[in-house]
């Protein structure tokens, strides 16, 4: 299975730089995606972010997804923090996890997870990891807490991974923080 993604980021209104992050890197049978959200907003969250993409560029081969959230806590100690919530498909099985609150939201398969309490790079007790099948023809949707999460389903009926962010961001931001959307579609 493929995964085909989209995503759009939007500081929080009078800031210039965001402290959300996203990344995405498409190996041979697998897919690592992120949403980071850093603490605050503006030029620190913005530095706070970027020490968490280069943790994960960093990575090789095909980690799995409590390796990636070990590795996120240690390298952002000493930062202001994050939550994040960090989603790898292999072969139509997903394996993910999320700490503090960033959203994940499915338009097919029922994905069972729960938020693991804490800050990464501060305080992360346990982590709660969810494994799920994937069928083509799933969306996910990721949402940092600058978007609500109450979202309408059938607004995005038709529409391909880049408008639906689009129309998520449009109708579900909250301006008073940076904002990441983030659609992944589940292909054959």
């Not at 968490?52 to 390796?67: F, I, M, Q, R």
Request: glycine share 10%; net charge negative.
């Amino acid at each position: 299975m493929k995964v085909s993604e989209s995503h759009v980021i939007v500081p929080k209104d009078g800031e210039q730089l965001s402290g959300d992050a996203v990344f995405v890197r498409h190996l041979d049978r697998s897919s690592l995606f992120a949403v980071i959200d850093a603490l605050g907003h503006g030029d620190r969250a913005a530095e706070t972010s970027a020490v968490a993409l280069d943790a994960l560029k960093e990575t090789s081969g095909n980690p799995g997804v409590g390796e990636l959230i070990d590795l996120l806590h240690t390298r952002l100690r000493g930062t202001r923090g994050a939550a994040a919530m960090v989603c790898v498909c292999r072969d139509g099985q997903l394996e993910g996890c999320s700490v503090g609150n960033v959203e994940l939201l499915s338009l097919g398969t029922r994905i069972p997870w729960v938020p693991s309490p804490g800050i990464l790079g501060a305080s992360l007790r346990r982590t709660r990891i969810f494994e799920v099948k994937l069928v083509p023809g799933d969306r996910l949707i990721l949402l940092s807490d600058g978007v609500s999460p109450r979202i309408e389903p059938s607004l995005l009926r038709g529409q391909n991974a880049h408008d639906a962010c689009r129309t998520l961001m449009s109708k579900y931001r909250r301006p008073h923080d940076d904002a990441t959307v983030m659609v992944a579609d589940i292909e054959l």
